[in-house]
């Protein structure tokens, strides 16, 4: 069975600092892989996806995620956070052929002045 | 409009009563879905209907709990005799396209979300 690990339910962040939000899946096929934010009161929007081809995506928002086959993770990243980052971050996982998106539990990021 | 919505934004139903909540998708757009959202934890998957087929429906929770989207545009998801673990938010997304033969497309595809419904069951 698919799985998505995100580790952290909380990060705290200086403005200007990396952003790092870890996110490990379990599947026994090559699974396309997302990552989704939902900012206060909004809907869920999608950040970035890897489906397939180069392995290092780049989103919205300056944000990018490798695809690491060998760590079975694909982690979220951006260089500097700004405060308007502060939201909440989920992983998400499909097989191919199926219709079901898997979501992690999600990671709240704060972001301090 | 130009995303999705979802009416109400927010319910309040005593346990035993029936409720319906309502997903406009994006016009023209094939997939839709629902999810399930508790308290701290992310979406989990209810159901699929690509145009007005409900192709998947194994994320239902209970016999309780009824899909339909009979002319594939607005949608309808309707839990009866309310129970105290059935509040959560429910979210409603849309996609473009259906799946092709294995389910591609579906998969691939960005899902635009609603704002979701807030179902508190007293």
């Known amino acids: 069975a698919q799985s998505v690990t995100q580790l952290g339910s909380h990060v705290s962040v200086s403005e200007g600092a990396l952003v790092l939000l870890r996110c490990n899946y379990s599947?026994?096929?090559?699974?396309?892989l997302f990552w989704y934010v939902q900012y206060p009161n909004q809907g869920l929007q999608l950040l970035l996806k890897?489906?397939?081809?180069?392995?290092l995506v780049k989103g919205i928002n300056g944000f990018e995620a490798e695809f690491k086959k060998s760590e079975t993770s694909f982690h979220l990243t951006k260089p500097s956070a700004h405060m308007s980052d502060a939201a909440e971050y989920f992983c998400?996982?499909?097989?191919?052929?199926?219709?079901?998106?898997?979501f992690g539990a999600g990671t709240r990021l704060f972001v301090k002045a | 409009g130009a995303g999705v919505s979802q009416s109400p934004r927010y319910k309040v139903a005593k346990r035993g009563q029936d409720v319906a909540l309502r997903c406009d998708p994006i016009?023209?757009?094939?997939?839709l879905f629902w999810y399930q959202q508790a308290l701290g934890q992310g979406p989990e998957f209810l159901t699929y209907?690509?145009?007005?087929?409900?192709?998947?429906k194994s994320g239902l929770p209970s016999d309780r709990f009824f899909a339909e989207r009979p002319e594939g545009s607005v949608s309808t998801l309707k839990i009866q005799r309310t129970q105290q673990e059935d509040s959560a938010v429910y979210l409603c997304?849309?996609?473009?396209?259906?799946?092709?033969?294995?389910?591609?497309?579906?998969?691939?595809?960005?899902?635009?979300f609603g704002p979701g419904t807030r179902l508190t069951v007293l």
């Open positions: 997304a849309s996609s473009p396209r259906g799946g092709d033969e294995r389910g591609e497309s579906t998969t691939t595809d960005t899902q635009y």
């Open positions: 599947s026994s096929v090559p699974p396309y």
């Open positions: 890897y489906t397939t081809g180069a392995t």
């Open positions: 998400a996982v499909v097989l191919g052929g199926g219709f079901k998106t898997i």
């Open positions: 016009s023209g757009h094939v997939s």
């Open positions: 209907f690509q145009n007005e087929a409900q192709l998947d």
